[in-house]
């Protein structure tokens, strides 16, 4: 696609629930990446995939926390008995590995904005 | 751990005039200096980015300064325009992936 997208826009949960977050990244952007935006705050990292395989997570705050990206391509954030803290807007980025530890600009999707009632 | 600092938190100014925004990084690692610009329910945009190696980039209007003995860099906005009117938000990356970013700057340029 021409941008990086996120399904849904907007999600409402009720605590307890659990909750899957979407992200289509642009064609051909091998790394992708998952941030949290709080109300008047900026982002926050959360999980970084190089292809299919998560690189660094350490940005996930529990293990109700998970994300997959099994083809490499698409990525589903998973937030298991849902908090009202976890209400936020779920930012996923994607880039290209232009050189040796170099990338490309982060693009970011909408987002999704989480809400635990 | 790392961590970014961004000052002012909110900034008015006449159109036409100037405006400075100005981030600090604990991490001396860090290479990789972005600005993205945030408006009112939309994605970040990446607007100007920096690297270790130079000290200061210019784009038409908008410039950054990396000072990184001070860890310090700054964006410069020239001749601001009601359409600046956004929140800006720093990030600094020892890795390129992993940016931790400032808190915002809510900038308003008044007509």
């Known amino acids: 696609g021409a941008g990086v997208s996120q399904t849904p826009s907007n999600k409402v949960t009720e605590k307890g629930k659990y909750v899957e977050l979407r992200c289509d990244p642009i064609?051909?952007?091998?790394?992708l990446y998952w941030y949290r935006q709080s109300l008047g705050q900026g982002p926050e990292f959360l999980i970084y995939f190089q292809g299919t395989g998560a690189a660094d997570d350490s940005g996930l705050p529990n293990d109700r926390f998970f994300a997959v990206r099994p083809e490499g391509s698409v990525s589903t954030l998973k937030i298991q008995r849902t908090e009202r803290g976890d209400s936020a807007v779920y930012l996923c980025a994607s880039s290209f590995l232009k050189k040796q530890g170099e990338f490309t600009e982060a693009f970011f999707g909408q987002g999704t904005r989480l809400t635990v009632v | 751990g790392e961590n970014v600092e961004q000052h002012p938190s909110t900034l008015s100014v006449q159109e036409g005039d100037s405006a400075v925004i100005k981030c600090t990084y604990s991490d001396s690692a860090s290479n990789y200096f972005p600005w993205y610009k945030q408006e009112l329910g939309k994605r970040p945009q990446l607007i100007i980015d920096i690297r270790s190696n130079v000290g200061e980039k210019k784009d038409q209007r908008i410039a950054v300064t990396l000072n990184k003995t001070a860890k310090h860099f700054s964006l410069h906005i020239t001749e601001t325009q009601p359409e600046d009117s956004a929140v800006y938000f720093c990030?600094?990356?020892?890795?390129?992936?992993?940016?931790?970013f400032g808190s915002g700057t809510r900038l308003l340029v008044r007509p």
């Open positions: 990030a600094a990356s020892r890795s390129s992936y992993k940016l931790i």
């Open positions: 064609s051909g952007h091998t790394a």
